[in-house]
């Protein structure tokens, strides 16, 4: 919705906020849908350039997070996630980062957490917070500490990034838009944040790319 109102009206900071969402867009064009009071759904602009912005707002969510459940972490780039204790990764949340087609200057993040399932799961993967705490934060004031830890830079994003990082250390597939499947081991993530993969054939660096964390049965 923020992206087809004019971008000189798309101020720094801006967050649209809805609990009800029925034509969300996941990562890579996938529906995303939220029955109402089931989420957290909003939308955050950005106008001055952030370095490593998908690294930026995965990590400024951990911290939002962090006081109500501490086990939450990141799947390279910015997916929300938590590991049980047989290591199945299960999804709480992710961003979208889209820029405006008439101003690239700014771009809008789109953020979804799971609160609960009043219905079905979307995926056998999905997980809500629910799912692990007893008595669920007040949502107003989660959605305010986001947006307090969205507006405060970090200065070394990528190694703050790192401590919250689910994926190095796994093996991992990484399916492409346009080219092969990358598969290895997760080992770093960049400077440049791109997720750092050790292969059969060599070290690979990929900086866009759906990934999949890999179990030892697969």
Do not use: C
Request: proline letters at 4%; charged letters at 20%.
């Amino acid at each position: 919705m923020l992206l087809s109102r004019d971008p000189e009206s798309l101020t720094e900071g801006l967050t649209l906020v809805t609990h009800h969402q029925t034509a969300g867009i996941g990562r890579l064009g996938r529906s995303w849908e939220s029955e109402p009071g089931d989420g957290v759904m909003m939308s955050f602009v950005f106008r001055n350039k952030v370095s490593l912005l998908p690294l930026f707002v995965g990590t400024a969510l951990i911290k939002a997070i962090d006081k109500h459940l501490p086990d939450v972490q990141l799947k390279w780039p910015n997916d929300l996630v938590i590991q049980d204790s047989e290591g199945k990764t299960w999804k709480l949340g992710g961003i979208v980062l889209q820029r405006h087609e008439k101003d690239s200057n700014v771009v809008v993040a789109g953020i979804g957490i799971n609160l609960r399932f009043s219905g079905s799961r979307p995926t056998d993967e999905a997980t809500s917070l629910q799912d692990w705490m007893e008595n669920l934060p007040d949502v107003n004031q989660l959605i305010f500490e986001i947006i307090k830890q969205l507006s405060i830079p970090i200065s070394n994003v990528v190694e703050v990034y790192k401590k919250s990082s689910a994926t190095i250390g796994k093996e991992v597939i990484v399916q492409m838009l346009n080219a092969p499947d990358v598969i290895g081991r997760a080992v770093d993530v960049s400077d440049a944040g791109g997720l750092v993969i050790e292969t059969l054939n060599g070290i690979v660096e990929v900086q866009t790319g759906d990934v999949k964390h890999l179990r030892s049965s697969e």
